[in-house]
């Protein structure tokens, strides 16, 4: 059965196709016929009506379409950009709990992370939900396994994915740049 539905879909597809390349086929010469008697000057006065009416009706979608594109992608970057700034100044607070006495607790972490994915689920971009869900898988098999590096690796990798989110070009960025802007000896884990 399953055969044969396909078969008559085929054949009506067919018959569709057929049919709509002899419309339009129909309806050009139906059109041909009408112009083919016209004075030249007439013909050429129509044809330019037409054309400069099909260009100003093209450029106008056009531009509302991309106008509208770049109104959506303000309002995400506008959305997108407070959270990323969130994390980042919370990547620095982790890093800088060192210098000071209070120390960030688990639970703080565990719910500024919450709160950071949800907020990615629905403003970031495939590759900064990507790059995230990779670095949070390597930094918890870091907790459970030992010590690693991979984690500060895949935290530039998350960075770099953020930056072009926003709009950078990331073009001569080679790995370690960015860590090393807040990670003095990053040169001595390079190598490894």
């Known amino acids: ?52 009416f099909l260009v100003t009706f093209i450029s106008i979608i056009s531009a509302k379409y991309y106008e509208r594109k770049l109104l959506i992608e303000k309002e995400m970057r506008d959305k997108k950009i407070p959270a990323y700034n969130e994390f980042i100044e919370f990547i620095f607070k982790i890093l800088d709990q060192e210098n000071k006495k209070k120390k960030i607790t ?33 930094a918890l098999s870091e907790v459970s396994d030992g010590a ?23 073009s001569n960025i080679k790995k370690g740049d960015l860590l090393r802007l807040f990670i003095n000896d990053i040169d001595n884990y390079i190598e490894e």
């Not at 055969?3 to 086929?25: A, H």
């Not at 590096?149 to 070009?169: Q, V």
């Open 1 to 52: 059965m399953g055969i044969s539905n396909k078969i008559i879909q085929f054949l009506l597809s067919i018959f569709i196709i057929v049919g709509f390349i002899g419309l339009v086929w129909y309806i050009f010469n139906r059109i041909w016929s009408l112009f083919s008697n016209l004075n030249d000057g007439v013909l050429a006065a129509i044809v330019t009506a037409i054309t400069t």
């Open 106 to 138: 688990e639970q703080e972490m565990t719910q500024f992370f919450s709160t950071f994915t949800r907020q990615i689920l629905v403003w970031g971009s495939d590759e900064v939900i990507a790059q995230w869900s990779s670095y949070r898988r390597s």
């Open 148 to 170: 690693s590096n991979n984690s500060m690796f895949e935290l530039e990798k998350l960075l770099i994915a953020i930056r072009k989110d926003t709009g950078h070009k990331n």
